[in-house]
């Protein structure tokens, strides 16, 4: 066994022991752990290595296992940073889903779903409409549509009446006009601007 084998294998050794002390009850890693020693005292033994030789391996297996675990500990925060995004993003940021509960509000009141929606005041309709267009100016109008059609996708699944559902693709085909609408502006915006060039 070479000298850069053998400091691998003391940085094996270092990882679990530092296993087997912060687990104390599980006695698989206390195994591993004296399973290791006895390899790694076998093989000092077999190599027949001064003192101070030994040390300068054992030196540079602690640095292997300082490496290691800097890596393990990096590798573990960009997993949590990108668990944390994907969560992030599945469940949308505070404004996406109050942007998506006004739309559904919106929605359900013109299929006259919700019962108190009759009695809401002109005040909180205007209050609405204005959440939904600073969103929309914030965020552009590709979002809002992903979001539009999410609503749509919810209420669809709810227990609607024959004439609710009539109303729905009513609402679903008023949003793909719009969405000719607000996309083509911008195309044809696009398109001249390239023109020009």
Do not use: C
């Amino acid at each position: 066994m070479n000298t850069k084998e053998l400091a691998n294998k003391y940085a094996e050794l270092l990882a679990a022991k530092e296993k087997a002390t912060m687990h104390p009850e599980d006695k698989g890693y206390e195994w591993k752990y004296n399973q290791l020693s006895t390899f790694y005292q076998d093989a000092v033994l077999k190599t027949k290595l001064p003192k101070e030789r030994l040390a300068e391996i054992e030196k540079e297996g602690e640095s292997l296992y300082e490496q290691y675990e800097r890596e393990q500990e990096e590798a573990n925060q960009f997993k949590e940073t990108y668990k944390n995004n994907v969560l992030n993003n599945l469940e949308g940021s505070k404004e996406e889903q109050d942007f998506k509960k006004a739309y559904k509000h919106k929605v359900l009141a013109f299929l006259d779903k919700e019962q108190d929606e009759k009695q809401e005041m002109e005040v909180n309709k205007d209050k609405r409409n204005q959440q939904m267009e600073a969103f929309e100016s914030k965020y552009g109008y590709e979002k809002v549509y992903a979001l539009k059609k999410e609503v749509l996708d919810d209420i669809r699944e709810m227990d609607l009446t024959p004439s609710q559902r009539e109303r729905l693709k009513e609402v679903e085909q008023d949003l793909e006009d719009e969405r000719k609408i607000k996309l083509g502006k911008n195309k044809k915006k696009d398109t001249e601007i390239e023109m020009e060039m």
